[in-house]
């Protein structure tokens, strides 16, 4: 079992950055890949960006390629989101997902991991 915490979210102007973190308790925190997920008023959930459980690899939403960077701390139990030149678009609850470590493929949808957190709203004005 696996318990995730986001912070960090917040208001920001378009063109600004962000980082937004995801606090993981329980065990085995370093056997799990971890994603983020995001989530605007009236659309579905999509995937942002994931990361192997030791780190050495990452996947990212073509939307967000060349701005955001996922990476995670194993030994403080947390995975964070950079966002750089953030965007209207990107105003969206933020999730944190725990799963399955994604080595070889990255499953993009949101059936396909196990445990969440709560969101943080991530607010980008103009």
């Known amino acids: 079992q696996v318990q995730l915490v986001e912070s960090g979210g917040g208001v920001v102007q378009a063109g600004g950055s962000l980082r937004i973190s995801c606090a993981a308790s329980?065990?085995?925190?370093?056997?799990?890949?971890m994603g983020w997920f995001r989530q605007a008023p009236g659309k579905e959930r999509e995937f942002v960006a994931a990361?192997?459980?030791?780190?050495?690899?990452?996947y990212y939403a073509d939307s967000v390629k060349g701005r955001f960077t996922i990476s995670r701390d194993n030994a403080k139990n947390t995975v964070f989101l950079q966002m750089n030149s953030l965007k209207l678009e990107d105003t969206a609850v933020y999730y944190c997902?725990?799963?399955?470590?994604?080595?070889?493929?990255?499953?993009?949808?949101?059936?396909?991991?196990?445990?969440w957190g709560q969101g943080t709203q991530v607010t980008v004005s103009s």
């Open positions: 997902a725990a799963g399955y470590d994604p080595i070889d493929t990255v499953v993009i949808v949101p059936d396909g991991w196990d445990y």
């Open positions: 329980g065990r085995a925190f370093g056997t799990y890949g």
């Open positions: 990361i192997t459980s030791n780190g050495g690899r990452t």
